[in-house]
């Protein structure tokens, strides 16, 4: 028997609007994320990447179909415990950083813990911090900080609670490409060093070949996968997307 996925999806749809204006911006996905993996998912603007993301981490709720994270499906549970499930189970790293100007890097990285009333663990976030590479600067607040150093202190306000999966959603989008790299080699290590798992949406190929796996998606469909991804062949599966778009 294989392992249940940390997150997955079946038969997940989702429409957006009704009538002439109706989207189907998952029409059908089957879709897990192995734990202990790092997988981004790609496909061309419109294809339904942050949808799929959002259903599956209970940030959106799909039409048909099912969400789960770990053995819980989300769409049985009421805001109450969907809230919960985000808080505990799932992490969050978003394009924009979205930390609390207010508060330290140190107190930004344990706010969720703090919100669910729950005792960080010493050890666990002193190793975070140690990875992040923040040591020095926990008492400054996010404004002292570089763009980079910020999505750094995302990455491990995200980790904190040592969460089943954590999502992201462009993390690398407000970056430049040395500070990108540093943020995805920071989202590397916590899956092959600290036995995280993380789903990541991405536009940038060079961003997808940190991943383990790129999943593709075209038209809210699943369109392909790939192991061991490399930018130039995540660059060619675009491209047959492209085409095949140009050709309808
Ligand atoms: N709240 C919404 N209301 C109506 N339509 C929506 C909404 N959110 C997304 N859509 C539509 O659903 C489809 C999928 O959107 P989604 O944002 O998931 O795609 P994406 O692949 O993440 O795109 P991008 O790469 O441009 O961010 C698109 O046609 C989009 O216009």
Known sequence: MTATPAAHLTAAVKVYGGGDTE???????????????????????????????HCAAGLDTLTSGQAYIGGTELGSLGDKKLTLLRRERVGFVFQAF????????????????????????PEWTAALIDVVGLGDRLHHRPGELSGGQQQRVAVARALASRPEVVFADEPTGNLDSRSGAEVLGLLGRAVHEMGRTVVMVTHDPVAAAHADEV???????????MQQPTAERVLDQLKSYDRKEAAR
Not at 215 to 225: E, P, Y
């Open 23 to 53: 989207v189907r911006a998952l029409d059908g996905v089957t879709l897990g994320f192995e734990a202990g993996r790092f997988t981004a998912i790609m496909g061309p603007s419109g294809s339904g990447k942050s949808t799929l993301m």
């Open 98 to 121: 979205n930390l609390l100007p207010t508060l330290t890097v140190a107190e930004n990285i344990t706010l969720p813990q703090d919100l669910a009333g729950s005792r960080p663990d």
């Open 215 to 225: 999943v593709f998606l075209a038209d809210g469909r699943l369109a392909g996968r």
